[in-house]
């Protein structure tokens, strides 16, 4: 059973608009919740992160939104650029006493970027 | 720095071969771990490890054998490989499990089991 989905598989975008990509999950134990970004040939590298006790995180061009009771978070580019062309992975985290639980990672969305 | 390493970057086996993918880190990271990529299929994790001498299973842990003797080698062992085995396999390390601490991903092993 799938505990993060990423229902879109791709996603084109042109330059200069906003890209949004979806994230659902159904744990409701998750409490913590990132996005990784990863180039063809590479290993994933870290984006941007959001706990449960806020609904909106950003960091330059990027903005994660969180809405807990729907179990959905998002991940907004504005402006989008060519080099955001990627694949793009939502993770959950749940924190129990013994600490963090491992990533849960979503399938991933290929966001292509169009100049 | 090298962050994270993973060697080899390709790897073609013959079913029934063993082999041993290594990673190994130099941040002085006591959490490690490996993940599977398969395509649509997404990030899944292998097997984990909270310092030198702990390891735990992951979600798709069959298969593979795992140890951590020193805190910056990882080592991913494959006992007798299956075409099931292809995948891309990543590598990660972070300070500790508290998820405030970032974890950095090697560039992958692609594995072909023929």
């Known amino acids: 059973d799938q505990q993060v989905k990423q229902n879109s598989p791709s996603l084109s975008v042109q330059e200069g608009r906003i890209s949004i990509l979806n994230c659902d999950y159904t744990?409701?134990?998750?409490?913590?919740f990132l996005w990784y970004k990863k180039y063809p040939a590479e290993g994933p590298t870290f984006l941007i992160s959001?706990?449960?006790?806020?609904d909106k995180n950003e960091d330059g061009r990027f903005t994660v939104f969180l809405n807990k009771s729907a179990k959905h978070l998002s991940l907004h580019i504005v402006p989008s650029q060519p080099g955001d062309s990627a694949v793009y992975f939502c993770?959950?985290?749940?924190?129990?006493?013994?600490?963090?639980?491992?990533?849960?990672f979503g399938k991933g969305t290929r966001l292509s970027v169009i100049a | 720095n090298a962050g994270v390493t993973q060697t080899p970057k390709f790897q073609v086996l013959k079913t029934g071969q063993s082999m041993t993918l290594q990673c190994a880190q130099d941040?002085?990271?006591?959490?490690m771990s490996w993940y599977r990529q398969d395509p649509g299929m997404g990030l899944r994790l292998i097997h984990y490890?909270?310092?030198?001498?702990?390891?735990d299973q992951g979600e798709v842990p069959n298969g593979y054998n795992v140890s951590r003797s020193t805190t910056e080698d990882f080592p991913l062992r494959l006992l007798s490989a299956a075409p099931s085995q292809t995948s891309v396999y990543f590598c990660a390390s972070s300070y500790s499990t508290d998820i405030n601490n970032e974890q950095f991903f090697g560039p992958g092993t692609r594995l072909t089991v023929l």
């Open positions: 490890s909270v310092g030198a001498g702990i390891t």
């Open positions: 941040m002085n990271h006591e959490y």
């Open positions: 959001i706990s449960s006790i806020k």
């Open positions: 993770a959950a985290s749940a924190l129990y006493n013994s600490g963090n639980t491992p990533l849960v």
């Open positions: 744990n409701s134990m998750f409490d913590y």
